[in-house]
């Protein structure tokens, strides 16, 4: 059994002198506008991961009235996202993820962005990569009034026996 999941955000440019994306900090002469650290990548990642599991979106799970999601750093949100997929009976088969931003240049960073991902959702390297482009100077995006995310990922059930009759078989010893 497979599950695929899409997410999308957005966050607009404020006052600031860093981004955080895909948990890496990007010194950059403007901010995110957000409740929380504003990591439009992983926003988009968890709410690919909920919605390929029917629960719902990364608002109704950490909703923006709540304090205590104030400033938050959204690895933990993502790591609790990824706490629930696996309660759910799922693992990560890959996720694909593209940053929409005309500037900063992501590229050198994407190396760390994929680590971040890959150690949350406790995922081998070659399952998870970060792509940026930017959006030719048209829309929001162009303008730099802010950055997009999109993100796609697939699941694959927990093969929960597959220690055990590795064991059995005599293979994996
Ligand atoms: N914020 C960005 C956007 C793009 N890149 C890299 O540049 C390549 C070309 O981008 P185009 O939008 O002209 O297709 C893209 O493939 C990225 O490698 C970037 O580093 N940061
Ligand atoms: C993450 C949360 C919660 O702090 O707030 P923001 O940082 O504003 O991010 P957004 O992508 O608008 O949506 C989900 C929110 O509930």
Not at 68 to 87: E, F, N, P, T, Y
Not at 109 to 138: C, F, I
């Amino acid at each position: 059994m497979i599950r695929i999941g899409h997410g999308f955000d957005v966050h607009a440019f404020g006052e600031g002198d860093h981004l955080m994306i895909g948990g890496v900090r990007i010194p950059y002469e403007r901010g995110f506008i957000a409740h929380s650290d504003g990591d439009v990548l992983l926003h988009a990642v968890c709410d690919a991961l909920l919605g390929a599991c029917a629960l719902g979106d990364i608002g109704r799970h950490f909703p923006d009235t709540d304090p205590h999601w104030a400033g938050a750093d959204s690895r933990v949100l993502l790591r609790h996202v990824s706490g629930l997929i696996g309660d759910a009976g799922y693992r990560l088969g890959n996720l694909d993820a593209t940053i929409i931003a005309q500037a900063p240049r992501l590229a050198p960073h994407v190396g760390a962005m994929n680590a971040t991902l890959a150690a949350d959702l406790e995922a081998s390297l070659d399952t998870v990569n970060v792509k940026a482009t930017t959006s030719e100077r048209l829309g929001f995006t162009g303008r730099g009034e802010g950055i997009a995310a999109q993100a796609v990922v697939v699941l694959l059930a927990q093969d929960r026996d597959a220690g055990t009759r590795g064991r059995a078989s005599g293979q994996g010893d």
